[in-house]
C-alpha cells in the first residue's frame, strides 16, 4: 500500500475487507425503480426499466422515512410492506428481473429473503450491527448504503462485519453524505452531497464493488445524468437510479425521480 496511506492494518483487526488480493464477484450493476412498491404499477415498471437497460429492480416494500409516518394512504404507509414484498415477487416473475428491496431489521431477513435476490441496506441501518452480523449468515448479495456520516473507516468497518460471517456477496453503495447547506436556499430538493471521491479512495484499498446512487447523492432529478456520468468516470461498477414513469407523482423522493427516457439515456450512454 502506498506511503501516504495510513496504514489500517492493526493486528487486533481483521481487515479482510482491504485485502486486495480477494476479488469480489458483483453482477447487479445498472439498477433502477422507483423509490417505493407504490402498487400493481411496480410490475409494468419492472417490464419498462428492463428495456431502458436495467439488469435489476430496485423499490421499497418498507420505507424508514425521516419522520415517522402515521397514516396509511392507499395501502401506503411507509411502504406497503407485506404487499409489496408480493408485488415484487410478481414484478420479478413477469419481468425476469432480479429484486433489490430494503431490509430494515434483523427480524426481517427471512420475510423479505423470500423476494429480494439482493439485500439493500438503507443509509440510517449503515452501522446496524445486529442486522449486518445477521446478513454475514446468509449467502443473498448485500448492497450496502454508506451512512450519510460514514467515514471510509466505517465503510470499510460495516463491510467487514458481513465478511467475517462468511457472505462474500457484497458492494458499497455510495448515496451522499451531510454538508450540502450551501444549495438549498435555491435547490430545496437537495439535501446530501454527493462525495464522488470516496470512489477513486475505497478503490486504493478494496476490490469490493462500488455502486453510486446518483439519486439520493442528489437529490435533484436534472443532477443525476451528470453525476451518473462523473461516477463512472471516477471508477464506479454500477449505478442504482430512482426512475418513475410519472416522476412528479412518485409516493416518495419525487424530485429525484427520473423518466425512462433519461434512465434509457444514461444506461446506454
Ligand atoms: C432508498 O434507496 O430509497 C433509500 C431510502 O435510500 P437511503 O437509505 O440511502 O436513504
Ligand atoms: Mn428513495
Known amino acids: 500500500m502506498n506511503q501516504y496511506i495510513k496504514s489500517l492494518k492493526d493486528e487486533n483487526k481483521l481487515n479482510i475487507s482491504i485485502d486486495k488480493s480477494r476479488s469480489f464477484e458483483w453482477i447487479y450493476n445498472k439498477i433502477a425503480g422507483p423509490c417505493s412498491v407504490e402498487g400493481e404499477s411496480i410490475i409494468e415498471i419492472a417490464n419498462q426499466i428492463k428495456q431502458c437497460g436495467a439488469n435489476a429492480l430496485r423499490a421499497g416494500a418498507y420505507k424508514p422515512c425521516t419522520y415517522p409516518i402515521l397514516k396509511e394512504t392507499n395501502g401506503w404507509k411507509e411502504g406497503l410492506r407485506k404487499k409489496g414484498l408480493e408485488l415484487l415477487k410478481e414484478a420479478k416473475k413477469q419481468s425476469g428481473l432480479p429484486i433489490v428491496t430494503e431490509v430494515m431489521d434483523a427480524s426481517m431477513i427471512e420475510q423479505v429473503g423470500e423476494v429480494a435476490d439482493v439485500f439493500q ?80 479512495a475505497l478503490k486504493e484499498l478494496t476490490n469490493i464493488p462500488i455502486i453510486f446512487d446518483p439519486s439520493h447523492s442528489t437529490g435533484y432529478r436534472n443532477f443525476v445524468p451528470s453525476m451518473s456520468k462523473a461516477a463512472i468516470a471516477a471508477g464506479a461498477d454500477g449505478l442504482i437510479i430512482e426512475a418513475h414513469p410519472t416522476p412528479d407523482k412518485s409516493i416518495s423522493d419525487a424530485a429525484q425521480a427520473i423518466n425512462y427516457k433519461t434512465l434509457k439515456e444514461i444506461f446506454h450512454g
Request: glycine share 12%.
Open 121 to 200: 441496506i438503507g443509509t440510517r441501518n449503515f452501522q446496524n450491527y445486529t442486522l449486518l452480523d445477521e446478513l454475514g449468515k446468509c449467502n443473498t448479495p448485500v448492497l450496502l448504503k454508506r451512512g450519510t456520516w460514514g467515514t471510509i473507516d466505517e465503510i470499510l468497518g460495516a463491510c467487514e462485519r458481513i465478511l467475517v460471517g462468511g457472505n462474500e456477496n457484497i458492494a458499497i453503495c455510495l448515496r451522499g453524505v451531510v454538508g450540502m447547506p450551501s444549495y438549498r436556499h435555491v435547490f430545496n430538493s437537495i439535501r446530501w452531497a454527493p462525495d464522488l471521491m470516496m470512489i477513486p
